[in-house]
């Protein structure tokens, strides 16, 4: 049998939730809690244990036809007794063979660590039943099984395990009557015995007694290398405190990285299978925590959660489960959460982008990207479990009305505003030289390059129709270039549709191309005119943005810097169309000024912060330095 070791070095980022308040053993008194790899690694006498593991091959031999098991060291159940001279530590053995139930090596010691007893044990429940069973903090019914277990060293050969210490609770300690599972279920009482009644088959040859009852009998059967069996039975209840000579205390172990793997399918093909599998099983821990989440029965939604947690956890290692979790219960909450305290904080009212948050996109817009086929597809603002991410302001001032057609009056506001709709795709395309990105470049020393942009209508019809009186469903393509080597997001083209139309504005959302593709960030923008509260005429183009958490961290992008580049080149966008309208406004005898721009955005480390830090989500959310 060849045992191999994974995770010896790996520390995992997990301790907070795999280690909860201590819990007590039923009816043994024990302490029993996880333990992470960074913990286990400082004990050395355990850590040159489990290295000589490799070494001793002649200790390991298997049954039948097995070759190989992979022992996970990066976590174990540790169990200790009060006064800290009894411990054990249980670790989880995968690679097993067809049919085999599951099997745990177990490391025990009397002596506060000074040397070691082991064991390969095998419970009765092989991966299909552990599958439907298992929960992490709830124990496990033996009764009526068979539990086998193999000394290892010298020092097991002269023990024994009893079922009274194999069958555990994780109830509070002292509080077996009226403790709860963290699902709710009320734990068995002190004095419940059905859940202790097992068997324990001992592959050794000696005879012992534990605390519960005796253990004797006979079977049949043999193992190479091993003495045959020579007892069998089964215990009945026992007392509290240290394990009797020669009777260890133990609890299972299972990290079921099958039953997830299972869960998460189907999949696109078998390599995408397998890298969650091979990723799964370098991160036991993460396992373990998936498996609390998910339960033997989850949703469609636990699911999608999971994998999308999985994507972050591969380029983010320490971000914890819990907080994805409670994230996401945020947004499912209030799809404003991210943003909403620092836009209050800046004095921007949420209320005023409802209208734009909750509109869709109406029939005619969805019959005509129908009718185009394949490619062409609305990006929904509302689809699934996404928060805001941007909401945006700028506005841009006109204390005297122009006078664009050149007859000597001074235009109206509707005529302002007809002007400003015939004019747009000049006025909202531009470009900037040395435009400063705020992300670093590569090969860039400067983080700077030349970038523009053009809007232009898709056909000579959607131009009509833009500037028609029923300019619903016209489309204009976003044509973005840049010089020098850039972020791929800097020409990253984009489609915007009509969706939306008013006397006083215009509404469009995005929409996926075969020509321009889709956008990292779905939306509504909104232009057009209002009387502001100096009584002024004020042009003004508004926003919401919708992003996954995932496109946030930039989980799947070509570079690092979509996410600031995004922003960056909105920001350009918007900031060149207020200059664009007031030099226009202004070169045709009106007169017009520029108003601060106001923006609430969603960083990537702001999300980082939030699925690492200690500190209440709450709290991280309200600072908006």
């Not at 496990?140 to 050969?157: H, Q, V």
């Not at 506005?395 to 506001?413: A, R, S």
């Not at 006397?503 to 996926?512: A, E, K, V, Y």
Request: charged share 20%; glycine share 8%.
């Amino acid at each position: 049998m060849i045992l191999s070791l994974t995770g010896c070095e790996k520390d995992d980022s997990f301790k907070e939730q795999a280690g909860d308040p201590q819990v007590n053993a039923i009816e043994s008194g024990f302490n029993i809690e996880y333990v992470e790899s960074s913990a286990i690694s400082k004990n050395a006498n355990l850590a040159k244990q489990l290295s000589k593991l490799l070494t001793t091959p002649e200790n390991l031999m298997g049954k039948g036809e097995r070759t190989e098991l992979t022992l996970h060291t990066q976590i174990a159940k540790y169990i200790s007794s009060e006064d800290g001279s009894y411990q054990s530590y249980t670790f989880h053995v995968s690679n097993t063979p067809d049919g085999v139930g599951l099997e745990n090596i177990l490391y025990a010691s009397s002596d506060g660590g000074k040397s070691y007893r082991i064991y390969l044990l095998e419970y009765p429940y092989t991966e299909e039943k552990m599958m439907n069973s298992f929960l992490p903090f709830k124990p496990l019914d033996f009764k009526g099984e068979d539990i086998t277990y193999y000394p290892l060293n010298e020092e097991s050969k002269t023990a024994s395990i009893d079922c009274t210490v194999l069958v555990q609770t994780y109830c509070q300690k002292d509080n077996h009557e009226d403790g709860f599972y963290p699902n709710g279920e009320t734990c068995p009482a002190h004095q419940s015995t059905s859940v202790l009644e097992c068997h324990v088959q001992f592959w050794g040859g000696m005879s012992s007694s534990g605390p519960g009852g005796s253990i004797g009998g006979n079977n049949g059967g043999s193992w190479p290398g091993h003495p045959n069996p020579s007892h069998t039975g089964s215990s009945g209840t026992g007392g509290a405190g240290n394990p009797s000579p020669g009777t260890e205390a133990t609890s299972p172990l299972y990290l079921p990285m099958k039953s997830i793997v299972r869960k998460l399918g189907p999949y696109e093909d078998e390599a995408e299978r397998d890298h969650i599998k091979e990723y799964l099983n370098d991160n036991p821990l993460l396992v373990l925590l998936i498996h609390m989440f998910l339960g033997n029965n989850p949703t469609s939604e636990q699911e999608a959660l999971i994998r999308d947690f999985l994507d972050i956890h591969k380029v983010m290692p320490n971000a914890k489960l819990d907080r994805f979790v409670e994230l996401n219960d945020i947004i499912q909450q209030n799809p404003w959460g991210l943003i909403q305290e620092c836009a209050q904080q800046n004095g921007m009212d949420t209320q005023d982008y409802l209208d734009l948050y909750n509109h869709t996109i109406p029939q005619a817009c969805q019959d005509r990207l129908d009718n185009f086929g394949a490619g062409y597809s609305n990006q929904p603002i509302s689809d699934g479990n996404v928060p805001l991410a941007n909401i945006d302001y700028y506005g841009v001032e006109i204390t005297t009305y122009p006078d664009f057609d050149n007859d000597g009056n001074l235009d109206t506001e509707s005529e302002i505003y007809q002007a400003f709709r015939e004019n747009f795709t000049d006025l909202a395309s531009g470009e900037e030289d040395d435009f400063q990105f705020t992300c670093d470049i590569p090969f860039n020393s400067t983080n700077t390059g030349d970038i523009n942009w053009e809007f232009e209508p898709l056909t000579v019809q959607d131009g009509t129709d833009f500037i028609s009186s029923n300019p619903i469903s016209s489309i204009l393509l976003i044509e973005a270039d840049a010089s020098g080597f850039l972020p791929t997001i800097a020409t990253d083209d984009g489609a915007i549709m009509v969706s939306g139309f008013t006397n006083n504005d215009w509404t469009i959302s995005t929409i996926t191309t075969p020509e321009n593709g889709s956008q990292p960030f779905s939306g509504n923008r909104q232009w057009g005119w209002i009387i502001n509260q100096n009584g002024n005429l004020e042009f003004f183009t508004r926003a919401v943005d919708v992003a996954s958490i995932s496109t946030l961290l930039n989980i799947g992008a070509s570079t690092e810097c979509q996410q600031e580049t995004y922003y960056d080149i909105a920001e350009a966008t918007w900031q060149n169309l207020q200059q664009e309208i007031a030099n226009w406004v202004n070169n045709n005898g009106g007169q017009a000024t520029i108003n601060t721009s106001e923006t609430v955005r969603v960083k990537k480390e702001k999300i980082e912060e939030v699925l690492t830090d200690n500190e209440s989500i709450d709290q991280i959310l309200s600072n908006c330095n």
